[in-house]
């Protein structure tokens, strides 16, 4: 619904926000893409928090999404290198499309009085939780699938990715079988 209708802008976000919501890439990530950076294996991030280069492989659905999008993009804005643009053909900025993400975020009425509104950031967390209870249970695979995702996100160590996570009952499963084998005598 973002206006107007018939441009590149509502594809633009709805590009945007999917592909944040399924890779869990920094918003900053995002918006530094350029068309060079899409590769057969994935996402070429070479503009990281922590000034290092690091490939983001994709799911078949987030590739058909960008593809989708990609040709919107030539057909309607074929100007400029960056994958995300504005109506001008210009890279989009942090401020605009946090300002539209709140836009969004209140046509679908998506804050509940009394609690912190969806953001942006949010996403990334939100990834990195699913991806955690997606991993195989058990805890040496749980320890495994945290390296794994730490180096995904690209955070220098796991401790940053600990951060990200939240206890939900899928998670809380596997420490409550650990935490029973142990009080019944078994090793952590």
């Not at 659905?61 to 994958?83: E, F, S």
């Not at 249970?137 to 794994?148: E, S």
Request: net charge positive; glycine share 6%; no cysteine.
């Amino acid at each position: 619904r973002l206006s107007p209708p018939d441009s590149l802008r509502p594809h633009t976000y709805a590009a945007l926000i999917s592909l944040l919501a399924a890779t869990g890439l920094r918003i900053s990530e995002a918006l530094t893409l350029t068309l060079a950076d899409i590769t057969s294996e994935g996402l070429l991030i070479r503009k990281t928090k922590f000034q290092k280069t690091r490939l983001v492989p994709l799911h078949d659905t987030a590739v058909a999404g960008l593809d989708q999008y990609l040709r919107h993009r030539q057909r309607l804005q074929p100007r400029g290198d960056w994958v995300f643009v504005s109506t001008r053909g210009h890279q989009l900025a942090y401020r605009d499309v946090h300002a539209v993400f709140r836009i969004l975020v209140a046509a679908a009425h998506l804050h509940a009085a009394g609690t912190r509104a969806p953001s942006l950031h949010g996403l990334r967390h939100t990834f990195a939780v699913r991806a955690l209870e997606a991993s195989p249970t058990g805890r040496q695979r749980i320890g495994y699938a945290m390296r794994a995702l730490a180096t995904y996100l690209g955070h220098v160590s796991i401790a940053s990715t600990y951060w990200y996570l939240e206890a939900t009952p899928e998670l809380l499963v596997d420490v409550a079988v650990t935490g029973e084998h142990f009080v019944s005598g078994g090793q952590p």
